[in-house]
């Protein structure tokens, strides 16, 4: 099991950008796939996107692609999610989550979570 740790919400004017940041301890997170999720109130967590830490292989959800960008560092055992261009619609908790084994959009596949970093846009 690893041990991850969310960083970076905040509140922003829509339009803005904010940097999440995920540091893994306990382990390395080179075996993991890592994904960001979210979930706003009332509704259910949902995909945002995804990265494979070996081959660096990512994934978005449609309704983030070209405004969200997924990263690693393994010098700092962390995985960011750069997010640009934000609108009110992105307002949500957001988790970071890894699966030794599991690479997808499905929140329940994966088996170690943050505790979750709020983010808020404003219009």
């Known amino acids: 099991q690893v041990q991850l740790v969310e960083s970076g919400g905040g509140l922003v004017q829509a339009g803005g950008s904010l940097r999440l940041s995920c540091v893994g301890s306990?382990?390395?997170?080179?075996?993991?796939?890592l994904a960001w999720l979210r979930q706003a109130p009332g509704k259910q967590r949902q995909f945002v996107a995804g990265?494979?830490?070996?081959?660096?292989?990512?994934s978005y959800a449609d309704s983030v692609k070209g405004r969200f960008t997924i990263s690693r560092d393994s010098t700092k055992n962390t995985v960011y999610l750069q997010m640009d261009s934000l609108k009110p619609e992105d307002t949500a908790d957001y988790y970071c989550?890894?699966?030794?084994?599991?690479?997808?959009?499905?929140?329940?596949?994966?088996?170690?979570w943050g505790q979750g970093t709020q983010v808020t846009v404003s219009s």
């Open positions: 306990g382990r390395t997170l080179s075996p993991y796939n």
């Open positions: 989550a890894a699966d030794l084994r599991y690479y997808g959009t499905s929140p329940r596949e994966y088996a170690d």
């Open positions: 990265i494979k830490w070996g081959s660096g292989l990512t």
